[in-house]
């Protein structure tokens, strides 16, 4: 690979970038020519307050080609162009190679959820202690169980799955993306599982995952959905979960639980004031600013 290295003024930054896309850049970036220098400039605010800036006053753009070629004739084709006057090239310089498949998954480690229920990228070696794995690659769809929301509902699942097995016959996971929760349930104990999604590319990615992981369920649209369960999951965001109160709670059976995710702890009395008609929620668990609020029905 090749990077093309130029110099540009703030106010020409974005049609640089835009027209080295145009010149087919594998990718291009933006930073601050002044960086680490006495000129250097923060683009952030106080906390709450619009940054001070839009952009840097002189930015380094760089742009990554397959060869030198490529790049010389982008660099040509730039430069000809009329606003471009004040555009630089600062240099055209091999990129070592680098192994971007191992740096990626480098990025993606187990994920410990109790000490015996991890989630594990097919690339590594399971931890000696786990018991109940996930198997699970980075997707296109939510739910890798890096973010503190999955997290809590898949330690809710394994904190309760002993009070939930025997009478456990059906589980719906509401707003399935990966399907990972489905699959923990189903690692747990759980049977006759539901899992849903409005995004069909979550509903394929959860019927690939389940069967990587030798999980039998059923992912669809909303609408497979029907009758009551034991157990009803919905990780989404606090917004369509008020919305989605009296639909979710009509799928709790009696004797059930729900268990809700995506809620920060501001958003608690909301969620709790939109659910009472149905059930009463509590908070059961806190992660990084964000609650699991769960209701039992009678
Ligand atoms: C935050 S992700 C959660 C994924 C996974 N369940 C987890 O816990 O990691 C939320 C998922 O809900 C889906 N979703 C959003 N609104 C929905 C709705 N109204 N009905 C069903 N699914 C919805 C999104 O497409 C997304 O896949």
């Known amino acids: 690979m090749v990077e093309l290295i130029l110099l540009a003024a703030e106010g020409d930054v974005e049609t640089v970038s835009d027209a080295l896309m145009e010149l087919d850049a594998l990718s291009v970036s933006v930073e601050d020519a002044d960086a680490d220098s006495e000129a250097e400039q923060a683009l952030f605010g106080e906390p709450g307050m619009p940054p001070p800036r839009a952009g840097w006053q002189r930015s380094t753009v760089k742009a990554l080609y397959p060869d030198e070629e490529a790049a010389l004739e982008a660099a040509t084709l730039l430069l000809a162009q009329e606003w471009a006057g004040d555009v630089h090239v600062v240099a055209v310089q091999d990129v070592p190679d680098a192994d971007w498949v191992r740096l990626t998954q480098s990025q993606f480690a187990p994920v410990e959820i109790t000490p015996s229920f991890w989630i594990v990228p097919t690339w590594h070696e399971p931890p000696a202690q786990a018991e109940q794995i996930i198997r699970l690659d980075p997707g296109l769809a939510f739910g890798t169980g890096t973010h503190p929301t999955t997290r809590m509902c898949l330690r809710w699942i394994a904190t ?30 759980a049977q006759g599982i539901d899992a849903v999604d409005i995004d069909p590319a979550a509903v394929e990615a959860t019927s690939h995952n389940a069967q990587a992981n030798g999980v039998t369920l059923r992912a669809g649209l909303p609408d497979l959905a029907q009758g009551a369960y034991p157990l009803v999951l919905a990780n989404i965001l606090a917004t369509p979960l008020k919305l989605l109160a009296p639909l979710l709670c009509a799928h709790v059976a009696p004797g059930g639980h ?15 004031a939109a659910y009472a008609p149905w059930l009463r929620l509590q908070v059961s668990d806190r992660d990084d600013g964000w609650i699991l609020m769960t209701a039992h029905r009678a």
Do not use: F, M
Request: charged share 15%; net charge negative.
């Open 160 to 189: 309760h799955a002993p009070e939930l097995s025997p009478a456990w016959v059906r589980t719906l996971d509401y707003g399935c993306g990966s399907g990972i929760l489905a699959i923990g349930a189903a690692l747990h104990g």
């Open 258 to 272: 729900l268990v809700l995710a995506g809620i920060l702890e501001r958003q608690a009395d909301e969620l709790t």
